[in-house]
Nanobody, 113 residues
Framework: QVQLVESGGGLVQPGGSLRLSCAASRRISGYYMAWFRQAPGQQRELVARISPTGGSTNYADSMKGRFTISRDNAKNTVYLQLNNLKPEDTALYYC???????WGQGTQVTVSS
């Protein structure tokens, strides 16, 4: 099992940016990693996924071109850059290692003027 701790969330105005981080308790270099989000009253949805080396990434259609997932395996950390944020991006953002069904506690992103 891997413990995952997200950080970097906060309150931002529409059009603003945030960078989320996900720190893992041990090596994650051999695993796909992903970010999900869940808004109040809605199902959890995939935001982005990244391959073990970072060479391949996938995004939900509504987030393509605005969000960027990346990783630093030397630091056991995965990142999610959020740009041009919209009110509908407000949600709790979770980091996950799908292979082990490991999930963090989430970091809140609120987009509001």
């Amino acid at each position: 099992q891997v413990q995952l701790v997200e950080s970097g969330g906060g309150l931002v105005q529409p059009g603003g940016s945030l960078r989320l981080s996900c720190a893992a308790s041990r090596r994650i270099s051999g695993y796909y990693m992903a970010w999900f989000r869940q808004a109040p009253g809605q199902q959890r949805e995939l935001v982005a996924r990244i391959s073990p080396t970072g060479g391949s990434t996938n995004y939900a259609d509504s987030m393509k071109g605005r969000f960027t997932i990346s990783r630093d395996n030397a630091k056991n950390t995965v990142y999610l850059q959020l740009n041009n944020l919209k009110p509908e991006d407000t949600a709790l953002y979770y980091c996950t290692r799908p292979a082990g069904n490991d999930w963090g506690q989430g970091t809140q992103v609120t987009v509001s003027s």
